[in-house]
Nanobody, 117 residues
Framework: QVQLVESGGGLVQAGESLELSCAGS??????MGWYRQPPGKSRELVAT???????NYADSVKGRFTISRDNARNTVYLHMSSLIPEYTAVYYC?????????????WGQGIQVTVSS
C-alpha cells in the first residue's frame, strides 16, 4: 500500500541548514514535491521534481533550497540552507503514483520546521 512519511524536521537557529526526507512505501512515483503551510497562511508550493529530475522552485526559496530524489528508494529530499524565521511552517510531502492504472495524489501527514532568531 502506498503512503508517504516525512522525517527530519525540528527546531533550528536562523542561518543553519536542515534536510527533510519523505519516503514512499510503494513504487511507480511520478512527480514529487514539497509544500508548506506557515502559521495563519494557506499551503503553498515550495519545490517539485519530476522523475526525470526536472525541478521547479518557488521564487522565495530559489538559491536556498534544493530538492532531489532517489527513485530506487522512492524518496524525495529537501535540503534547506540559510534558514530564516519566515520559513517556519508545517512542511508536507506530495507525490503522484500510478496504482492500477489510476493516478493517485498522495500527501504526507506534515512535519514541523521551526526557525528561531
Amino acid at each position: 500500500q502506498v503512503q508517504l512519511v516525512e522525517s527530519g524536521g525540528g527546531l533550528v537557529q536562523a542561518g543553519e541548514s536542515l534536510e527533510l526526507s519523505c519516503a514512499g512505501s510503494g513504487s511507480g512515483f511520478g512527480p514529487m514535491g514539497w509544500y508548506r503551510q506557515p502559521p495563519g497562511k494557506s499551503r503553498e508550493l515550495v519545490a517539485t521534481i519530476g522523475r526525470d529530475a526536472v525541478t521547479n522552485y518557488a521564487d522565495s526559496v530559489k538559491g536556498r533550497f534544493t530538492i532531489s530524489r532517489d527513485n530506487a528508494r522512492n524518496t524525495v529530499y529537501l535540503h534547506m540552507s540559510s534558514l530564516i524565521p519566515e520559513y517556519t511552517a508545517v512542511y508536507y510531502c506530495n507525490a503522484h503514483s500510478l496504482i492500477n492504472f489510476k493516478i493517485v495524489d498522495l500527501w504526507g501527514q506534515g512535519i514541523q520546521v521551526t526557525v528561531s532568531s
